[in-house]
């Protein structure tokens, strides 16, 4: 794996304002964490929310950073340091990290996918079904990063610019042909994809989240937009016309624009014709065929990937072909059964929307006689908006609701049940049960045969944050022992 590692060289891409000291060396590596800096390196000073990197540049600097990138260069400099100041530190590491790594974005064939709900199924259904078709293909996702066949667990749903290209870099080196990532509008807006070059984008939803950061839906809108802001004409850009918000992400969007729907005209359309927890039976392009996914949600997933894999230019039959053995992903709508005939459903859903879009999937295959049990939290130092407002949607398609913690973080998880419960009425059958573990137990107790519950909220994680410390949990682990001890 080369690098490009010459000071002039790095600075091609980037806009800079000034520069003072040497530009004419070479660079070891690259961080914006002041504490990993080592003799040669190029920090970054980046403005977080928490913390500002420019009152750490003398420290980088007295570690051996031979270049600084910055805002605003200090009065006090060091001789022999490179020192570049920029309008936006964010933009500058993302173009210097991509240049860094020898352009990574294009040795590959890059597909960005965004929106609320959806991204994790779609990218890696994306990733599945390129193997299927016999090609290497990377995947960055919330669950994990995969780099061909290497797989590792993931830490942010888009990483950050510096392992972002270099992850990019590898999958390059090991021969991938394709690489499909999740795009999060804190990765937007934060520039982590700043000079990545997408061969094409996938808009799947947009609904309430991450209010606690964008502040507002419109700041959320544009915050999602600006992957498409950045297509070029040779890119394509598919929105899901069944969201209202699907052609606002188009507005002035240079690429090939192509639509999908499961309501109404589109250049890309699919209906459910059958559904059952194992699975359902849709149309797509005219043709029918059995997929282990369930739910409408799942079917514009498909579609999503379908559309994906066209515009790709692969044959439309040999991708329906494979897209009927496609399985879910972990921790979405992820059912497990009681030798007692109990069915359980691990689902991430952790917004409004993907919470309500699981009920009405389960209610629509249910029967009036199975019950539906609903463990549900919300997690702490994140949107508090949306608490009364999942306790509300879970009340109005459950059968009961058992509240309790999701990752309460550094938050009261009583104050976040209290939050929840303000959504709900006297009328509501509920309970709260402020230990997770003890609240699916609670619902596996309640439970019968035939009836149903679901736990929704972490999916595929395996662990509870409380305070700053990771606990192992697993709901899936956590269900089944409950399942035994109690004889279900």
């Keep these: 794996m080369t690098t490009e590692s010459n000071i002039t060289a790095l600075l091609a891409d980037v806009d800079v304002r000034r520069v003072v000291g040497p530009s004419d060396g070479t660079i ?9 800096v080592a003799q040669g390196d190029v920090f970054f000073a980046i403005r977080g929310e928490k913390t500002d990197g420019h009152n750490y540049i003398a420290g980088a600097v007295d570690k051996g950073a031979r270049m600084v990138v910055c805002e605003s260069i200090p009065e006090q400099t060091s001789q022999g340091v490179c020192y570049v100041e920029v309008e936006d530190t964010n933009v500058a590491m993302g173009r ?10 294009r040795g590959l064939t890059l597909v960005g996918v965004t929106g609320t709900n959806g991204k994790t199924t779609t990218a890696t259904l994306l990733y599945n079904l390129m193997r299927a078709l016999g090609y290497r293909a990377g995947l960055i ?28 870099a590898e999958m390059v080196e090991a021969g991938c042909d394709y690489c499909f990532m999740e795009v999060s509008s804190h ?12 061969r094409g984008a996938l808009f799947t939803n947009i609904t309430h989240d991450h209010l606690d950061y964008h502040k507002t839906f419109a700041d959320y809108i544009k915050a999602k937009k600006g992957l498409f802001d950045g297509l070029d004409k040779r890119a394509f850009a598919i929105v899901n016309a069944d969201d209202r918000n699907g052609q606002v992400m188009v507005q002035n969007c240079k690429a090939k624009i192509r639509t999908l729907s499961r309501r109404s005209m589109a250049d890309y359309r699919c209906r459910v014709v059958e559904m059952g927890f194992e699975g359902m039976q849709l149309e797509m392009d005219g043709v029918e065929f059995w997929t282990p996914l369930t739910g409408e949600f799942n079917a514009s997933n498909l ?16 991708v329906l072909m494979h897209l009927s053995t496609l399985c879910s ?22 917004t409004p929307d993907a919470l309500e879009n699981v009920l009405n999937t389960i209610n629509a295959i249910r029967t009036e006689e199975q019950k539906l049990y609903v463990v549900v939290g919300c997690g702490g130092d994140r949107d508090a908006t949306k608490r009364p407002e999942m306790a509300r949607i879970a009340a109005d ?49 309640l439970a019968d045969r035939g009836d149903i519950i679901l736990l929704a909220g972490k999916g595929h994680e395996t662990y509870q944050i409380i305070g700053t410390e990771k606990h192992h949990f697993d709901d899936r682990e956590q269900v089944a022992a409950a399942f035994k001890e109690l004889g279900k």
């Design 141 to 168: 996702s919330t669950v994990r990063y995969v780099v061909d066949t290497r797989s590792v667990e993931s830490t942010h749903t888009t990483p950050d610019a510096l392992r972002l290209n270099r992850m990019l």
């Design 187 to 198: 990765s937007i807006v934060q520039h982590r994809i700043e000079g990545l070059r997408f």
């Design 96 to 105: 210097m990290a991509s240049t860094y790594w020898g352009h990574p974005s």
């Design 397 to 445: 398609g459950a059968s009961m609701v058992i509240l309790t913690s999701d990752n309460p973080r550094t938050e009261d998880p009583e104050a976040i049940l209290a939050q929840m419960r303000e959504g709900l009425n006297s009328s509501d059958r509920y309970v709260s049960v402020v230990n997770r573990a003890e609240a699916i137990r609670t619902a596996v107790m």
């Design 303 to 318: 579609l999503g990937v379908y559309a994906t894999a066209v515009e790709l230019g692969f044959d439309k039959s040999e």
């Design 28 to 36: 070891n590596d690259m961080t914006f964490d002041s504490r990993s």
């Design 329 to 350: 992903v972990d921790g979405r709508f992820e059912t497990l059964h009681s030798e007692g005939g109990i069915t359980a459903i691990v689902d991430y859903a952790h």
